[in-house]
T-cell receptor, first 113, second 110 residues
Framework: NAGVMQNPRHLVRRRGQEARLRCSPM?????VYWYRQLPEEGLKFMVY????????ESGMPKERFSAEFPKEGPSILRIQQVVRGDSAAYFC???????????FGPGTRLTVT | GDSVTQMEGPVTLSEEAFLTINCTYT??????LFWYVQYPGEGLQLLLK?????DKGSNKGFEATYRKETTSFHLEKGSVQVSDSAVYFC?????????FGQGTRLTINP
């Protein structure tokens, strides 16, 4: 049973480009959470989604960041016009219901040059 | 808002040494508390949890006790192994989201 998949594992973007991070939840999981880990800091909650719905986006920056979890396919975290401060590790987690019982992916490490 | 503070790392120990990683929290009420571990190149894995005061979570020789008087959830292991080298995160479940500490990198030397 495959775990949570994230791709790419490493992503390099120049300032001003767009970054798209993908997360495929575990089979049977319909809840997805995105977290960001800045260098030398802990993981910070960004957004919580269920299929086709954003439930809680209180941790998302107001501009340039968006997330979706369509009926079919992976969840996508999109960062437009990236800046150096967006360089971080982005983790996705999934669960069967709204719960602390979350299973984490290996993360995508975004580097903005 | 809710927050978690961990002891600063990195921590380096010799094999078979005793381990303590301190964790304290600030929260409304009595949240569930967790320790996660992240091995190199992998995602976070739940190591242990405690859902109410005085509960002791344990797994793979690691233990942590939920102390509401001191708002703490310190991680301990009596005899560490090289394979325990990883980053450890303390976390709480509050306002329907996980709140993490900054992580402590542990290195065990043979």
């Amino acid at each position: 049973n495959a775990g949570v998949m994230q791709n790419p594992r490493h992503l390099v973007r120049r300032r001003g480009q767009e970054a798209r991070l993908r997360c495929s939840p575990m089979k049977g999981h319909s809840h997805v959470y995105w977290y960001r880990q800045l260098p030398e800091e802990g993981l910070k909650f960004m957004v919580y989604l269920q299929k086709e719905n954003i439930i809680d986006e209180s941790g998302m920056p107001k501009e340039r960041f968006s997330a979706e979890f369509p009926k079919e396919g992976p969840s996508i975290l999109r960062i437009q016009q990236v800046v150096r401060g967006d360089s971080a590790a982005y983790f996705c987690a999934s669960s069967q219901q709204e719960s602390y019982e979350q299973y984490f992916g290996p993360g995508t490490r975004l580097t903005v040059t | 808002g809710d927050s978690v503070t961990q002891m600063e790392g990195p921590v380096t120990l010799s094999e078979e040494a005793f381990l303590t990683i301190n964790c304290t929290y600030t929260a409304t009420g009595y949240p569930s508390l967790f320790w996660y571990v992240q091995y190199p190149g992998e995602g976070l894995q739940l190591l242990l949890k405690a859902t109410k005061a005085d509960d002791k979570g344990s797994n793979k020789g690691f233990e942590a006790t939920y102390r509401k008087e001191t708002t703490s959830f310190h991680l301990e292991k009596g005899s560490v192994q090289v394979s325990d080298s990883a980053v450890y995160f303390c976390a709480l479940w509050g306002a329907q989201k996980l709140v993490f500490g900054q992580g402590t990198r542990l290195t065990i030397n043979p």
